[in-house]
């Protein structure tokens, strides 16, 4: 039966992580401590000046440690971006500093304005460094997937980028009660708001403008790329990257407007006008997804099947 789940990396395509990774790794692993640290300090009683010392010095410490002991992490990296699971695994710290807001409703301990401000803090400051890790996580388990040079590579040029009317509605209507919110709270810089999404409300359902709320796919500031490889298929963005393995790729057809890679949920559709050869790169497409690697039975895995 084909998987189509996360492959397996060879023990030769992992490595010592960076020192982009262990920054990141780090910090994120101070972050957390210190946090619980400080948290169990005000549930202990102790002195805000104590806390305020100690968060420092622990994310500081726990920092220093992973550099030096990072080399003992090999592999770790591509551990954490292959499984979509322990990606959001990273998040777990985030939810368990915002549960604490809610500790007090359900036990003994007393809600202080010390204690709550202290969780939200923490869960924000800990989930925008899970972001960071994840996605750092992700990019090492495409690269270390994708070793070899790419067989075909264009920009990819979505023509379903803002295109779709139900984007501006929904961001229409969001203006408009946002803009009501702050009048009733009475700030009226929210009549501009409401405003706004007023206008564009109009002005999608009778067409006002012709296509000035469309948005133009090909105008796009770095826009991302594909690069198609012996794994499958790698969706470049700017500070993330993706891999599709050929066996989640259905099949990949050329219409009159679209190049199309197929799959079971959501299609990868590219705007064939911005597509130099674009029957050239269906020929290569089809090429290198016929004949795809596959696992070899000498690689190591680093997911198990618990996924």
């Known amino acids: 039966m084909?998987?189509?789940?996360?492959?397996?990396?060879?023990?030769?395509?992992?490595?010592?992580?960076?020192?982009?990774?262990?920054?990141?790794?780090?910090?994120?692993l101070g972050v957390t401590i210190a946090g619980f640290t400080a948290i169990a300090g005000?549930?202990?009683?102790?002195?805000?000046?104590?806390?305020?010392?100690?968060?420092?010095?622990?994310?500081?410490?726990?920092?220093?440690l992973v550099f030096i002991f990072g080399h003992r992490l090999r592999g770790l990296p591509e551990r954490i971006g292959q499984s979509r699971r322990r990606r959001l695994a990273c998040y777990l710290p985030a939810v368990a500093f915002a549960a604490v807001l809610f500790v007090p409703a359900i036990t003994p301990l007393e809600s202080t304005a010390r204690l709550s401000v202290l969780a939200v803090v923490s869960s924000l400051l800990s989930g925008a460094?899970?972001?960071?890790?994840?996605r750092m996580a992700r990019?090492?388990?495409?690269?270390?997937?994708?070793?070899?040079?790419?067989?075909?590579?264009?920009?990819?040029?979505?023509?379903?980028?803002?295109?779709?009317?139900w984007v501006v509605i929904v961001m229409s209507v969001g203006l408009v009660i946002a803009g009501l919110g702050s009048i009733a709270?009475?700030?009226?810089?929210?009549?501009?708001?409401?405003?706004?999404?007023?206008?564009?409300?109009?002005?999608?359902?009778?067409?006002?403008?012709?296509?000035?709320?469309?948005?133009?796919?090909?105008?796009?500031?770095?826009?991302?790329?594909i690069h198609a490889h012996a794994a499958g298929v790698v969706?470049?963005?700017?500070?993330?990257?993706?891999l599709v393995p050929w066996a989640a790729i259905t099949d990949i057809s050329l219409t009159d407007d679209e190049l199309v890679l197929e799959r079971r949920w959501l299609d990868i559709r590219c705007d064939r006008a911005a597509i130099d050869?674009?029957?050239?790169?269906?020929?290569?497409?089809?090429?290198?997804?016929?004949?795809?690697?596959?696992?070899?039975?000498?690689?190591?895995?680093?997911?198990?099947?618990?996924?």
């Open 2 to 28: 084909t998987s189509h789940g996360p492959q397996s990396v060879s023990a030769a395509s992992t490595s010592t992580p960076d020192l982009g990774f262990k920054a990141g790794f780090g910090f994120y």
């Open 129 to 134: 460094v899970a972001v960071g890790v994840a």
């Open 185 to 225: 709270a009475g700030n009226w810089i929210g009549l501009l708001w409401a405003g706004y999404g007023s206008v564009a409300l109009l002005a999608n359902r009778f067409n006002w403008g012709g296509d000035w709320v469309d948005f133009d796919a090909s105008e796009r500031w770095n826009a991302p790329s």
């Open 139 to 165: 990019n090492r388990y495409v690269a270390a997937m994708t070793p070899d040079e790419p067989v075909v590579s264009w920009a990819w040029h979505d023509p379903r980028y803002g295109a779709n009317e």
């Open 235 to 242: 969706l470049e963005q700017s500070f993330a990257t993706k």
């Open 42 to 64: 005000v549930v202990t009683d102790a002195a805000t000046a104590t806390i305020l010392a100690t968060a420092p010095s622990t994310l500081t410490a726990v920092l220093l």
């Open 277 to 307: 050869d674009p029957e050239a790169i269906l020929e290569k497409l089809k090429r290198a997804r016929g004949r795809r690697e596959p696992l070899a039975d000498d690689r190591v895995a680093l997911t198990d099947n618990t996924k």
